[in-house]
């Protein structure tokens, strides 16, 4: 089975402060995708990735940035964390090969709470 | 554009009866539709897909779900709810040239004894 590794599944993290949010996946997936979810919102889109070092803004990147130096590896960053990035974080993969109606794999995601 | 509206954020029903949960999407192209369903404190899992083909698609734990296209529908439906399949479900569309997927709202399901 694919997975998809989210590196803690609980931070906090002082407002401020630059946080790095780790995804990897073992299943060569060239398309990387960070989403954040909130209570009634559902799952919006933040960056997505096709490729080593490419990167693609989603619907919301306001406050943060990515980086893909390793296919298996894609990161989320939040320069400057504040309150209103208390959240929910997921990170998905999918193969190209797989075709787009395959549909993401999912890691256990992060749970970030900024003070 | 691709949207997806599900109506209802909380769906209550007892063990034993039937469950649905809705889903509406708009789409330009012809979409590909997902239902993935999230236990509390996990990830999203694949609980069933609609790409070409059959309308009426099957899935894990005794889900299915239909696409309606003059209804630009894709409700899930199981016959019986168990206690374990309290959860939160979320609707996805995509298509064949768009490497995004946009997800709803999500509808939290509870099962009452």
């Known amino acids: 089975d694919v997975k998809v590794t989210q590196s803690s599944r609980y931070l906090v993290k002082r407002t401020g402060e630059k946080v790095f949010l780790e995804c990897v996946q073992d299943?060569?997936?060239?398309?990387m995708f960070w989403y954040r979810q909130d209570p009634g919102l559902g799952l919006r889109l933040i960056y997505f990735s096709y490729d080593v070092k490419m990167k693609e803004k989603g619907d919301i990147p306001e406050g943060y940035s990515v980086s893909r130096e390793k296919k298996e590896r894609f990161s989320l960053i939040l320069e400057s964390a504040s309150t209103n990035q208390t959240s929910m974080y997921l990170c998905?993969?999918?193969?190209?090969?797989?075709?787009?109606?395959?549909?993401?794999?999912f890691g256990s995601g992060t749970r970030l709470t900024v003070v | 554009a691709q949207s997806v509206t599900q109506l209802g954020s909380h769906v209550s029903v007892s063990e034993g009866a039937l469950v649905l949960l809705r889903c509406n999407y708009s789409?330009?192209?012809?979409?590909?539709l997902f239902w993935y369903v999230q236990y509390p404190n996990q990830g999203l899992q694949l609980l069933l897909k609609?790409?070409?083909?059959?309308?009426l698609v099957k899935g894990i734990n005794g889900f299915e779900a239909e696409f309606k296209k003059s209804e630009t529908s894709f409700h899930l439906t199981k016959p019986s709810a168990h206690m374990s399949d309290a959860a939160e479900y979320f609707c996805?569309?995509?298509?064949?040239?768009?490497?995004?997927?946009?997800f709803g709202s999500g509808t939290k399901l509870n099962v009452k004894p």
């Open positions: 299943m060569d997936h060239e398309n």
């Open positions: 789409s330009s192209v012809p979409p590909y």
């Open positions: 998905a993969s999918r193969g190209e090969g797989q075709g787009l109606g395959y549909g993401y794999t």
């Open positions: 996805a569309v995509s298509s064949y040239n768009f490497n995004k997927f946009y």
């Open positions: 609609y790409t070409t083909g059959a309308t």
